[in-house]
């Protein structure tokens, strides 16, 4: 069977006045939301597709969760908790069973054994979110050979439950359905071959990050120092149990671990390449160039003197060459196409610092399958300032975001190799201080290579495909900037970027920051 879940299906959930006598009224805001920011619709819509069935729900809490799952009333819920802290309204209900007990001691559950195989589904919900009584409960249910699907709450927002749950479950097995379910992630497990829901085929693409141990460079700063090797790896799980086809560069000695990292059902989608980061050099038309990070470093760092500017102490010049080894490192995994993609994606080794939001959209922005190369477009910096050598380096302003961009294999191509040469004409010229940087240089000559979407760091694989969060920077920062220097065009794509997903209810823009975006919108499309 699978269940084609979508927004039209949630829609059709309707809690009628009944469940708003029921509901206590400090609860209402919650349980009535909208799917996508709480799962209460998608429960409800779970138990119309079963009649006469007994459903299970681990974690009772208030008794929300139960009350949503006994929407369709010839289903019988009985739901667990170890202490009672149910609503009053919600206890008389009368296909809820509310018991006390521990199905989570190996010995308790057994005597519900009988009853848990006959659920055709499960709602898991239980904290302390530590995912390891999730993970062990979900092995017992393969053990005794369940064949319902589990529902799963909070798979993104905590660590531990992302970490020790979600990531050990091999991807064949799982569904994320956080679209129309709770904010903080809402999955689906079932070992049922034959029970399946929606997932997008990502399969032509490539994905490509690295770790090397900056700390071994000479020139490390205090800064650096503060973000050893165990700070990074405890930053990569996520990165790590992506379910794609997934290139690792990396130093001799951190393989094995990286391997230790990377679940072994991952294996064939997995290519590690080791290398010695001192003797990295870049590549054209794929022959390695002469110099290596060795000789480079020491012309960056003299350029620091000759033409100092506002400098980040965790930008030291190894740094900043990690950095560009993304380009060299992209451009031969498309050379070498071992997993015969079409796309190929940078994606930082510790990308779930940026927020788990960012690890949630990454399967759907995947999915759109931009051929173009594609970043976020944080701030707006002029072309004659660009063209301002001294100046622009001046301050190190960053504009686009380098920590994750897509594109199909000839533009990502195409463009890693602008971008490293304009790193060897700046740094001939004396310049040259973070990869970021050459992006704006590359736009301005070559905009038909670009497609961007908008954003802050925090957001960028989050905002890819529309605004999912904190609408107002790429109004404040982008589109006041691009308009004030004149760049309508590009002003006036941003404001429809915005414009798309506030109507789709993709994001709310308050009505100032709607106002400002419309006098943009209008002004623009006069000038453009």
Sequence with gaps: ????????????????????????????????????????????????????????????HLGNSALALSYNKSNTIYSFDIIDNVRENIKNMDNIHFLIDNL?????????KDLILSCPFIFLDIDSHNGIMEYEFINYLQEINYKGFIICDDIWYFKNMRDNFWYKIDDKYRYDLTNFGHWTGTGIITFNENISFHKNDNSNWTLVTAYFNLTKCYDASEEINKRDSSYYFSHSISTLHLPYNLVIFCDEESVDLLKEIRPKYLTNKTQYIIRNFEEFKFRKNGIFLNENFSDYREKIIQNRKNNPYNFDNRNTASYYLFCMARYSMLKEVIEKNCFDSTHFSWINFCIERMGFNNLIRLDEALSVKRDKFSTCYIDYVPENLVNNTHEYFRYGRCSMCSGFFTGNKDYMYKVCDLIEDKFLYYLKKGYGHA????????????????????????????????????????IYNFIRNSYDNGN???????????????????????DEWLEKLFWYYINCKKNK
């Design 435 to 474: 990869d970021e940087q050459l992006f704006s240089p590359v736009y301005f000559e070559n905009p038909d290579l670009f497609e961007h979407y908008y954003g802050d760091y925090q957001q960028m694989i989050t905002n890819y495909t529309y605004i999912y969060e904190h609408p107002e920077p790429p």
């Design 1 to 60: 069977m699978k269940y084609n879940i979508n927004t039209e299906t949630i829609k059709s959930i309707e809690f009628d006045n009944f469940y708003k006598q029921i509901v206590y009224r400090e609860d209402e805001s919650e349980f009535f939301n909208v799917a996508g920011k709480q799962h209460y619709r998608l429960l409800s819509y779970f138990s119309t597709l079963f009649n006469n069935s007994n459903i299970l729900n681990l974690g009772t």
């Design 488 to 510: 309508f065009l590009k002003c006036y794509e941003a404001c429809i970027f915005l414009f798309k997903s506030h109507f789709l209810n993709k994001c709310t823009i308050n």
């Design 104 to 112: 989570f001691d190996i010995n308790i559950r057994e005597k519900y």
